[in-house]
């Protein structure tokens, strides 16, 4: 399996000043290989680097495999689509491979080229990062965030082969409660929705000043909601494939692709639907789980939250409330979000016989206490 780690370089100024304007060309170059390529139709790379390569090192100053990638970096963006001119940011990310980046893990730094030759900068990395970097492949990608240099470094992790498991557990997403376990287990989303709201308003009142002091607040806020719905998705997913693990069973997860466009929202509810992150915490529980050798199930979501565990029926009145569900044949009640995660967990396909008495239990248990 491919993860990206993330490093943060510690230049000199001198450093930081060559890698801003390494970055400065490299991109320019970018622009100048893609209006060539645009005015003669030449998209595949091959062809590019037949008819760029040569006039490219001789005017923007490159080596050899940094033009390369650059031939590589327009070729790429034209895959996505050839009805417009590709440019590029003077300060986008650039892609370094073997030949003009290595890193030094014992004295921690990185030899990166730069107009000014080969520059050994120091990096910062985390505990969990510095073992990754020893199964490091491919490129590497330089960026320039908010006045700070990062490297991001692709690494090939050997992952398990899943183990046997004894049952499933099934894992309802949502929006009041981020994640909700076949067990019962609820994981509010209470403290995301706060935080989003909050700085929804903020964002709204000082647009509206229209002040400089009012923009410069609202750069400091760039980010800071993804970052910490990105730690609170980190967290989650950990505590949801520990618990799997440590039970021995396979995760079941809903299908949610596109259902953005399948579904509809009020007005007033749009903003909280579209920064709903089911998709980024989907992805951690799916890799962490691979590293861990859990089995990951994706099934269909229709009816999950309208239909008995007891009798099977399904109609939309079942759900009586956004919390509660009360099958209208045979008056089966409980949790609608534990009951959403039972009926998850027992569409995974698993050889054996999924929950036969414990979800009963369990949303039972939960009904009691309602």
């Excluded at 981020?178 to 989003?196: F, L, Q, W, Y």
Aim: aromatic content about 6%; charged content about 25%.
């Amino acid at each position: 399996m491919r993860l990206t780690i993330q490093l943060k370089l510690q230049p000199t100024p001198e450093q930081a000043d060559a890698l801003q304007r390494t970055l400065e060309r490299a991109n320019e170059a970018c622009n100048a290989m893609s209006l060539t390529a645009w005015e003669t139709k030449t998209f595949r790379q091959f062809a590019v680097h037949k008819l760029v390569y040569q006039d490219t090192r001789e005017a923007f100053g490159l080596a050899a495999q940094m033009v390369v990638r650059c031939i590589a970096k327009v070729a790429d963006a034209y895959k996505l689509d050839r009805k417009v001119q590709r440019t590029f940011r003077p300060h986008g990310a650039m892609a370094y491979d073997d030949r003009i980046l290595s890193f030094h893990r014992g004295k921690q730094e990185v030899s990166i080229w730069t107009l000014d030759g080969r520059q050994a900068i120091p990096f910062l990395c985390g505990d969990r990062q510095r073992p990754l970097l020893a199964s490091q492949r491919g490129e590497t990608d330089l960026a320039l965030v908010n006045g700070a240099w990062y490297l991001f470094a692709g690494c090939e992790v050997e992952i398990p082969d899943p183990g046997d498991v004894e049952g499933v557990m099934g894992i309802d997403l949502g929006v009041t409660n981020i994640a909700v376990d076949s067990d019962g287990e609820t994981h509010s989303g209470k403290a995301i929705k706060n935080v989003r709201y909050r700085h929804r308003s903020l964002r709204r009142k000082l647009q509206r000043k229209r002040t400089h002091g009012a923009r410069r607040r609202l750069r400091k806020l760039v980010g800071q909601e993804y970052r910490f719905a990105t730690w609170v998705n980190h967290n989650l997913s950990k505590r949801i494939v520990a618990k799997a693990e440590g039970t021995k069973r396979a995760i079941a997860l809903e299908d949610l692709t596109h259902i953005r466009t399948r579904i509809t929202a009020r007005r007033s509810q749009r903003a909280t639907l579209h920064s709903w992150a089911f998709a980024q915490l989907q992805a951690f529980i799916v890799y962490k789980a691979a590293m861990c050798g859990v089995p990951v199930h994706r099934v269909d979501p229709r009816n999950t939250s309208r239909t008995c565990p007891m009798c099977g029926c399904i109609d939309k009145a079942n759900r009586k409330t956004q919390a509660l569900f009360v099958c209208t044949s045979c008056g089966f009640a409980g949790p609608a979000d534990v009951i959403a995660a039972v009926n998850i967990g027992r569409r995974a396909p698993v050889s054996a016989p999924c929950y036969p008495a414990a979800d009963s239990s369990v949303v039972q248990g939960k009904a009691q206490e309602l």
